[in-house]
């Protein structure tokens, strides 16, 4: 316990000395008001006016209105019970209406870096040893990728990152398409043509899948119109004669789903071949994407195929599933439409399986928290999915704790048009001619200030400026996706997103190089890292200060993420550093300051940016080049 005459300096480990001055407050209120106010938010904000605090507390005005207090006089009194502050910052000033002013010591500042070098960047450790699942990816075999699934590796893969950075096991499930009819269909069909499936393409597979789907297409309602409109006999006989084919496909089909579910040899294997043929297309594409995901993420739903009777029996022996119309269906009193689990001719549904790998991923991977990076567009069956689990209690891990059951709905990527990507002939973007594009034009980008005699690039072997150009490309790509709200859709312009300034990924790897450069100039002129990275944080300028109190946020940014599951607060944090990198560097000489004892702490704050910078662009899963 600290006496309030002589402060102790509360701990400024891990989350900054702005979790230190909340809990200080938080005592403090306490200690003002009494009962009932144990646990309350200070409130504590960075401060909008940096000349007069570094944060501002706003507490006492909306806790004088449910004290009957005058807010000013709380306010005072507030900051005379928070003692234990003056270890931290100067004395603390109550402004205008009873908001609470507070500086921090330039020794507390210098302090809280120490700490957070030490503290592996102030990320704070969570606290939940459970799994986390990430659903991703999830393409569908034999059918070409498309930029949703690109947009759903990329996001996945940054909250995966954000929580294996936070010491959270992570299970990356690639829910893959690989099970049911249309794949059925597709299989029927190459094997009725006698197609090597060995040597095949995924855009063969591709069209084989639509030339399926259609073939399967009947169309009773065509025909019935045109029986009562009395069409030609000429159309109507097609039109019997397409909906017979269909039937004789669809029924084609069905017994080879039933003979492959049996087990078949012969189908088994040249299923495989269709999935090996789908995953080559999706590996070679995430390669090149920079997204951790192999083979050994892998659990499509046919791995869940032998688990849906006894998933169905589950909800029938529950009573949460009824009969109807011989089909059996889930009801939820705050929706019309139910939730269909098993057909009437006995067949399951995609939304089988997800109840199936739901159970599985909490009862088997003990996992507490699922998240779903999938298409905004299948938002009503994932809450029917995950209600019905819930009414079934198997939103619950092994050792009873309350899964979190999210998804997140990402939106569409649109071309100039406003209207969903497409290439110039009007076919969908392929994943893999965007990537290809995006590493074009980086190329193009750095190539071009290569030829500039003063870049840090210029004279390097165009190999070299390929790859750089390939991460700058891939940067931009996978920034767009993770900087603007998740839900909303986005105009994909390569000119905006490709260039170094601005909100953009480059613009970011361009800070992070550039802090590289200053760092390889001070070795150039004789001075060792080990020279810097002794010499005492001093923090005096107000664009030092500024960078400063950033760089603190770190930790607080990143559990924050993992929390809202909202990857583009970090990428607007890592943007608000890189300018306050900017302002630092044009207002305080690094290399030749005016006072030579400034060299060495500004140097080891340059070398914290750039660590902070590396470790948030490696969470966003950009790759951080150090000369550009
Ligand atoms: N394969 C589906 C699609 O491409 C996405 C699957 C998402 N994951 C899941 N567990 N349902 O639309």
């Given at each position: 316990?600290?006496?309030?005459?002589?402060?102790?300096?509360?701990?400024?480990?891990?989350?900054?000395?702005?979790?230190?001055?909340?809990?200080?407050?938080?005592?403090?209120?306490?200690?003002?008001?009494?009962?009932?106010?144990?646990?309350?938010?200070?409130?504590?904000?960075?401060?909008?006016?940096?000349?007069?605090?570094?944060?501002?507390?706003?507490?006492?005005?909306?806790?004088?209105?449910?004290?009957?207090?005058?807010?000013?006089?709380?306010?005072?009194?507030?900051?005379?019970?928070?003692?234990?502050?003056?270890?931290?910052?100067?004395?603390?000033?109550?402004?205008?209406?009873?908001?609470?002013?507070?500086?921090?010591?330039?020794?507390?500042?210098?302090?809280?870096?120490?700490?957070?070098?030490?503290?592996?960047?102030?990320?704070?450790?969570?606290?939940?040893?459970?799994?986390?699942?990430?659903?991703?990816?999830?393409?569908?075999?034999?059918?070409?990728?498309?930029?949703?699934?690109?947009?759903?590796?990329?996001?996945?893969?940054?909250?995966?990152?954000?929580?294996?950075?936070?010491?959270?096991?992570?299970?990356?499930?690639?829910?893959?398409?690989?099970?049911?009819?249309?794949?059925?269909?597709?299989?029927?069909?190459?094997?009725?043509?006698?197609?090597?499936?060995?040597?095949?393409?995924?855009?063969?597979?591709?069209?084989?899948?639509?030339?399926?789907?259609?073939?399967?297409?009947?169309?009773?309602?065509?025909?019935?119109?045109?029986?009562?409109?009395?069409?030609?006999?000429?159309?109507?006989?097609?039109?019997?004669?397409?909906?017979?084919?269909?039937?004789?496909?669809?029924?084609?089909?069905?017994?080879?789903?039933?003979?492959?579910?049996?087990?078949?040899?012969?189908?088994?294997?040249?299923?495989?071949?269709?999935?090996?043929?789908?995953?080559?297309?999706?590996?070679?594409?995430?390669?090149?994407?920079?997204?951790?995901?192999?083979?050994?993420?892998?659990?499509?739903?046919?791995?869940?195929?032998?688990?849906?009777?006894?998933?169905?029996?589950?909800?029938?022996?529950?009573?949460?599933?009824?009969?109807?119309?011989?089909?059996?269906?889930?009801?939820?009193?705050?929706?019309?439409?139910?939730?269909?689990?098993?057909?009437?001719?006995?067949?399951?549904?995609?939304?089988?399986?997800?109840?199936?790998?739901?159970?599985?991923?909490?009862?088997?991977?003990?996992?507490?928290?699922?998240?779903?990076?999938?298409?905004?567009?299948?938002?009503?069956?994932?809450?029917?999915?995950?209600?019905?689990?819930?009414?079934?209690?198997?939103?619950?891990?092994?050792?009873?704790?309350?899964?979190?059951?999210?998804?997140?709905?990402?939106?569409?990527?649109?071309?100039?048009?406003?209207?969903?990507?497409?290439?110039?002939?009007?076919?969908?973007?392929?994943?893999?001619?965007?990537?290809?594009?995006?590493?074009?034009?980086?190329?193009?980008?750095?190539?071009?200030?290569?030829?500039?005699?003063?870049?840090?690039?210029?004279?390097?072997?165009?190999?070299?400026?390929?790859?750089?150009?390939?991460?700058?490309?891939?940067?931009?790509?996978?920034?767009?996706?993770?900087?603007?709200?998740?839900?909303?859709?986005?105009?994909?312009?390569?000119?905006?997103?490709?260039?170094?300034?601005?909100?953009?990924?480059?613009?970011?790897?361009?800070a992070?190089?550039r802090?590289?450069?200053?760092?390889?100039?001070?070795?150039?002129?004789?001075?060792?890292?080990?020279?810097?990275?002794?010499?005492?944080?001093?923090?005096?300028?107000?664009a030092?200060?500024?960078l400063?109190?950033?760089?603190?946020?770190?930790?607080?940014?990143?559990?924050?993420?993992?929390?809202?599951?909202?990857?583009?607060?970090?990428?607007?944090?890592?943007?608000?550093l890189s300018n306050a990198y900017s302002a630092f560097y044009q207002s305080?000489?690094?290399?030749?300051?005016?006072?030579?004892?400034?060299?060495?702490?500004?140097?080891?704050?340059?070398?914290?940016?750039?660590?902070?910078?590396?470790?948030?662009?490696?969470?966003?899963?950009?790759?951080?080049?150090?000369?550009?």
């Open positions: 316990m600290s006496s309030p005459m002589t402060p102790e300096a509360p701990s400024t480990t891990s989350a900054g000395p702005a979790s230190a001055i909340e809990a200080v407050l938080r005592r403090a209120i306490h200690a003002a008001l009494g009962r009932g106010f144990e646990d309350v938010d200070p409130m504590l904000r960075p401060s909008q006016r940096p000349d007069l605090a570094d944060f501002q507390s706003n507490c006492a005005m909306a806790l004088a209105k449910q004290a009957a207090r005058n807010p000013r006089d709380l306010a005072q009194q507030i900051v005379r019970e928070a003692t234990d502050l003056l270890a931290l910052c100067e004395p603390p000033e109550v402004a205008g209406p009873g908001f609470i002013n507070l500086r921090l010591r330039p020794s507390a500042l210098a302090a809280a870096l120490d700490a957070m070098e030490a503290g592996d960047l102030g990320i704070v450790r969570d606290l939940d040893t459970h799994p986390v699942v990430i659903d991703l990816c999830a393409v569908n075999v034999a059918k070409q990728m498309h930029v949703g699934h690109l947009r759903s590796c990329i996001i996945g893969d940054a909250l995966a990152r954000a929580y294996e950075r936070r010491g959270r096991p992570v299970f990356r499930e690639n829910h893959l398409g690989d099970w049911g009819l249309p794949i059925a269909m597709v299989l029927h069909r190459l094997r009725r043509r006698g197609a090597d499936l060995r040597t095949i393409s995924l855009e063969d597979l591709d069209r084989a899948y639509r030339a399926a789907q259609a073939e399967g297409r009947a169309d009773p309602a065509g025909l019935e119109a045109a029986r009562r409109f009395r069409a030609g006999p000429h159309r109507i006989a097609e039109l019997e004669e397409q909906n017979e084919g269909a039937q004789e496909t669809v029924d084609g089909a069905r017994r080879l789903l039933v003979a492959l579910q049996q087990g078949d040899p012969d189908l088994e294997r040249d299923w495989r071949l269709l999935i090996d043929c789908t995953l080559r297309a999706l590996f070679d594409a995430i390669r090149i994407l920079g997204v951790r995901l192999g083979p050994e993420h892998n659990r499509g739903e046919s791995f869940y195929r032998d688990r849906l009777a006894a998933t169905v029996a589950a909800f029938e022996q529950a009573g949460v599933a009824e009969v109807h119309d011989g089909a059996l269906v889930v009801r939820f009193d705050d929706r019309e439409r139910p939730l269909l689990i098993r057909k009437s001719d006995g067949g399951f549904l995609y939304a089988t399986t997800d109840l199936a790998a739901i159970r599985f991923r909490t009862h088997e991977l003990n996992a507490s928290r699922i998240v779903y990076v999938v298409d905004a567009r299948q938002k009503d069956h994932f809450r029917d999915v995950f209600d019905a689990c819930r009414r079934m209690g198997w939103d619950r891990t092994p050792d009873g704790v309350q899964a979190d059951l999210v998804h997140i709905g990402f939106g569409s990527v649109l071309g100039p048009d406003r209207r969903p990507l497409k290439t110039r002939s009007g076919e969908n973007v392929t994943l893999r001619s965007l990537l290809d594009e995006a590493c074009a034009r980086g190329h193009a980008e750095v190539r071009q200030r290569a030829a500039q005699e003063k870049s840090p690039t210029a004279g390097l072997p165009d190999e070299d400026l390929r790859e750089i150009g390939r991460m700058v490309g891939i940067a931009a790509i996978k920034y767009a996706d993770l900087s603007s709200d998740l839900v909303r859709d986005y105009v994909f312009d390569m000119d905006r997103l490709i260039a170094f300034e601005g909100n953009t990924g480059p613009y970011l790897q361009y992070h190089a802090i590289c450069s200053i760092l390889a100039r001070a070795a150039e002129e004789g001075i060792e890292a080990s020279a810097w990275r002794t010499a005492p944080f001093r923090i005096e300028e107000p030092e200060k500024a400063t109190l950033l760089l603190l946020r770190y930790g607080a940014v990143m559990t924050d993420m993992t929390r809202s599951l909202e990857p583009h607060r970090l990428c607007g944090y890592l943007f608000d305080c000489p690094v290399l030749r300051p005016d006072d030579p004892s400034r060299r060495l702490p500004r140097l080891r704050l340059c070398d914290l940016a750039r660590r902070v910078l590396a470790d948030g662009l490696g969470v966003l899963g950009l790759a951080a080049p150090t000369r550009m």
